[in-house]
């Protein structure tokens, strides 16, 4: 080997050598940076970082919400696009089923209307002939006594006649018995006396006619009032008001089910299915609240001790430009296999991590970039 080859080949292996202590380092570095060194450093006493690292994601504060719909309906018309800001119950989709509903609902309701109208004329029929009962108990009850007392007064006027006569006759049977009296006057006085008494009868039979009338008549208008009330209710009971009502309102239930309203404020992130298409077990389209951004971190189970709500992090990203900055808001209590994976092939695929969420101090610029992969640095320093 010339002397050429030989410094070519020293070159390059001095070269790989330091290329892999420089690798071995990083590596190092890194898993100690996100905390797969921590027991390591305990040990040998070596102070642990002031920053806990994380990879993460952008979202909204809201979460990404998914709206769904029932499964094997069609959607039929959309009222939103992607980006549109929507406030919380404005429409954002009817469904294919929704002009089958609505149809259904206006036939209900004006089986409805029409029985609430003959529901109305039955009751002021049945309340109309309630109050000429009524009237006419009240009429008999006033005017009955009347009667009874003007058949009365003629009761003892008759017989005060009646006792007139029989004196007049018995003083007339005397006179005869002394021959002081023709007999002519006495058989006079005799028939007024048989008279006035059949008048007394007469008096009697017809007080207690009225008496036995008025009270008859009046019962029969108690139950005149008690048959035309009952009457009224069965009437009422036959008209399916109540039934219509529960009817109506479970088609508007169901009516409400065909319309997809906004359950937040926020903005359109995705529509994932179009007017005609088929729903299926995903959502139809996807909603967050962007006027407040969250970077979510997925930190590992051997540095979430150190984490604190109220810790400053820096997030950064080749995408953003300049790192953003926020505060830790929500710390997780369930441990999760990381879904943000590194791009670094010694990074840890498998790891154990709690999800921290991280309030963001300029949402807008962040507001269009939801799921966007980012590096996270929270300042544990002074919170250890």
Not at 104 to 119: P, Q
Not at 162 to 179: M, P
Not at 215 to 234: G, P, R, Y
Not at 365 to 376: G, I, K, M, Y
Request: proline letters at 4%.
């Amino acid at each position: 080997m010339t002397a050429k080859g030989l410094i070519f080949w020293l070159g390059l292996s001095a070269v790989l050598l330091v290329g892999g202590v420089i690798a071995w380092s990083e590596a190092g570095l890194l898993g100690a940076f996100r905390g797969r060194n921590t027991a390591d450093e305990s040990a040998t006493g070596v102070p642990p970082p002031t920053r806990v690292g994380a990879l993460g994601r952008i979202e909204p504060g809201s979460e990404v919400l998914d709206i769904d719909a029932p499964l094997g309906d069609r959607v039929l018309r959309l009222l939103v696009q992607e980006g549109q800001k929507v406030c919380v119950g404005q429409e954002l989709a009817y469904l294919e089923s929704h002009d089958v509903v609505l149809a259904e609902k206006n036939e209900i309701a004006a089986c409805l209307d029409e029985a609430k109208a003959r529901e109305k004329t039955t009751r002021e029929l049945g309340e109309a002939q309630i109050r000429a009962a009524e009237l006419r108990l009240k009429t008999l009850r006033r005017l009955d006594p009347l009667r009874i007392d003007a058949q009365k007064n003629k009761l003892r006027i008759a017989e005060i006649d009646c006792r007139k006569a029989q004196d007049e006759f018995e003083r007339a049977e005397r006179l005869l018995a002394n021959n002081a009296v023709a007999r002519e006057d006495h058989q006079r006085r005799e028939v007024e006396f048989l008279r006035q008494q059949e008048l007394v009868k007469s008096a009697q039979i017809a007080l207690a006619e009225m008496e036995a009338e008025s009270a008859l008549e009046q019962e029969s208008a108690v139950v005149e009032i008690d048959e035309t009330t009952a009457s009224l209710e069965q009437g009422l009971a036959a008209i399916p008001v109540q039934s219509l009502e529960k009817k109506l309102a479970h088609v508007e239930a169901r009516l409400q089910r065909t319309i997809i309203r906004a359950p937040i404020s926020g903005q359109v992130l995705k529509i994932r299915t179009r007017p005609g298409e088929r729903i299926g077990n995903g959502p139809i389209l996807q909603l967050g609240d962007t006027d407040e951004m969250h970077a979510v971190a997925e930190v590992y189970e051997t540095d979430i001790p150190r984490v604190r709500v109220g810790q400053s992090a820096t997030i950064s990203c080749p995408a953003l430009g300049a790192p953003l900055h926020g505060a830790v808001v929500h710390v997780g209590r369930m441990i999760y296999k990381n879904d943000v994976l590194s791009v670094d092939p010694a990074a840890d695929a498998d790891a154990r991590v709690i999800e921290v969420r991280i309030r963001l101090d300029e949402p807008q610029r962040v507001a269009a970039l939801t799921n966007l992969q980012v590096d996270v640095l929270i300042d544990v320093k002074g919170d250890e």
